[in-house]
């Protein structure tokens, strides 16, 4: 049985968009990761990215020191990223496939294809003590890939479910959906702790938070923007409000 607590962790890149927008240092996500956790986010996600378009090796350092809550570190399996890692050792890390010219996380890892190296790379960073994830597709054969390399945590990938919802297609959304209800039954049946995120908003995230395994949802996009229009709190405030409303 798969218990009914489910985190909220929200990923601040885009206050980091719109301060690099025009240079210097506001607004501070630094300063809404802290807002953040005030309003009762679980964790702070943040994803330091090769091209540094958004989060900066800075931000990451005020990140390290500044929070109470757990830093989820996204990043793509590169020497550099594995180096910055090692010597923050954050709570946990979420492994992302990463291309320069895509404007956000497209797809999920192809975990099955990198098996060997994969499993190389998560090694130490695992013994470094930090929780490691796999962002994927809901895909039997990636969830199985993620399992054998010794990841403790895939975060399923909901960028398809919520672009078909957003688009009326509701024979793809449900198909979507169908999927990540199964897929995330047979990681949690691995032993794997299962997590979901990509593209959710207030009209798509309750069937999402309502799949009984799921423990952790990662928003950002969305509540970054809807935090221009009724601030932080109450955007966060929100959101927790449906997705425990989803949960019973
Ligand atoms: N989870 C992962 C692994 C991501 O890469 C992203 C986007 O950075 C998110 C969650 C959050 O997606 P969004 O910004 O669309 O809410």
Not at 33 to 46: R, S, V
Not at 130 to 155: L, M, P, T, W
């Amino acid at each position: 049985m798969a218990d009914s607590l489910l985190r909220l962790g929200v990923n601040i890149d885009h206050v980091a968009t719109v301060r690099n927008a025009r240079g210097g240092a506001y607004p501070d996500p630094i300063r809404a990761a802290k807002m953040a956790e005030e309003a009762g986010a679980d964790g702070i996600t943040a994803h330091l990215r090769e091209d540094r378009r958004h989060i900066t090796d800075a931000d990451i350092d005020g990140l390290m020191e500044a929070l109470t809550v757990p830093l989820n570190f996204e990043m793509a399996a590169t020497d550099e990223m594995q180096k910055i890692t090692l010597r923050h050792k954050p709570h946990a890390v979420c492994i992302v496939p990463e291309k320069r010219e895509e404007r956000t996380t497209e797809g999920g890892l192809e975990v099955a294809r990198e098996e060997n190296r994969l499993a190389h790379y998560i090694a130490p960073l695992r013994d470094a003590g930090c929780r490691v994830s796999i962002f994927i597709a809901a895909d039997r054969k990636q969830i199985e890939a993620a399992h054998r390399i010794g990841a403790e945590v895939i975060e399923l990938h909901t960028g398809a479910y919520c672009d078909a919802h957003a688009e009326g297609d509701i024979e793809t959304r449900d198909r979507e959906l169908e999927s990540l209800r199964d897929m995330s039954a047979f990681a949690h049946s691995l032993g794997l702790e299962v997590h979901a995120g990509h593209g959710l908003t207030y009209d798509c995230v309750q069937p999402i938070a309502a799949l009984p395994q799921v423990r952790e949802l990662n928003i950002g996009h969305f509540l970054i923007g809807e935090a221009i229009f009724r601030g932080m709190t109450p955007a966060i405030a929100e959101m927790r409000r449906l997705m425990y409303a989803a949960r019973g």
